[in-house]
């Protein structure tokens, strides 16, 4: 008996669920292979070109670009703080590790948001679907970051790959939550409205459901990317790469101005893409008509 378990421990029945989580990991890792390695090079194509595109560009412009895109959508207020505080960053000797953060959020992003939107549509829809979603979507939601990272560095190894896998899936919840709840609070008596006109289903969904649960769908991108951003530092622990791998030194060194300097990043990054985000969704026509009828009522 170890030392870590009691009398009662040894009396009670031992479930292996450590060693069959292993197999089913060996197994998939020797009959999917080929899988990963093909997963391995989308991801690798999608983050690299992005990264050296962002990287190549001078900070002077990426600044402007950004600035310019925040007076735009939210006002000039925003678009001279983006300035200053992205100006910040490129004064600090971690632009190029922003950047590389920047590209691996952006391609997380997307493409758990391809996965989540016709996820979310799809439950929406069927009920039964949603019934066996909610408790994988509350388990993913619940897991710990750090545990994303185990099965990512079993099947991919380590580097950008795994990290920006990792982040997909923990990213994912959100999106697919937020996208059911966003079609079926849309009022019945409009669906009914477009029925009765003799539309088809799909052209329901497409022309009537999904422009009025726009708005929430939107704020479910907003929080994909947040939670990206979060898992895409935490992902330097596995060599991702980026501002997690300066956080990750500056802790393993203690070295407090260096981590200030990638946190400050971090922030200033988070804060640009979340207005951003939330700039986007304000600006649909369905969103615009929502707000004025609170307005109004």
Do not use: C, H
Not at 89 to 115: F, H, I, K
Not at 144 to 170: D, E, K, S
Request: charged share 15%.
């Amino acid at each position: 008996m170890s030392l870590r378990e009691s009398p009662l421990d040894a009396a009670l029945p031992r479930v292996p669920l450590g060693e069959w989580t292993e197999s089913a990991v060996d197994w998939a890792t020797r009959t999917l292979g080929p899988v990963f390695d093909a997963v391995a090079s989308v991801v690798e194509a999608l983050v690299s070109p992005l990264d050296q595109l962002l990287n190549g560009v001078p900070a002077v412009a990426v600044v402007a670009v950004l600035a310019a895109l925040g007076w735009w959508l939210r006002g000039w207020k925003f678009g001279l703080g983006t300035a200053v505080g992205l100006g910040l960053v490129a004064g600090m000797p971690y632009w190029e590790e922003t950047m590389s953060t920047l590209a691996q959020v952006l391609v997380a992003s997307v493409l758990a948001l391809l996965l989540a939107i016709p996820l979310g549509v799809f439950v929406a829809e069927n009920r039964r679907a949603s019934a066996l979603a909610r408790p994988v979507l509350d388990l993913m939601q619940t897991m710990p970051a750090f545990v994303y990272l185990i099965p990512a560095i079993f099947f991919f190894g380590i580097g950008t790959v795994p990290g920006v896998l990792a982040t997909l899936v923990f990213s994912m919840p959100p999106g697919v939550r937020l996208t059911e709840l966003g079609l079926r609070q849309v009022d019945k008596e409009i669906v009914q409205a477009a029925e009765s006109f003799g539309a088809p289903p799909w052209m329901v969904l497409l022309r009537t459901k999904l422009p009025l649960a726009l708005p929430t769908i939107m704020t479910g991108v907003n929080q994909v990317i947040m939670l990206a951003l979060s898992m895409v530092v935490i992902a330097g622990m596995v060599g991702a790469g980026g501002l997690g791998d300066v956080i990750m030194f500056a802790l393993s060194q203690v070295e407090v101005g260096s981590g200030f300097e990638g946190g400050i990043a971090v922030v200033v990054l988070a804060v640009v893409l979340d207005r951003l985000t939330d700039s986007v969704g304000d600006r649909f026509p369905s969103a615009r008509a929502q707000r004025l009828a609170r307005e109004a009522a």
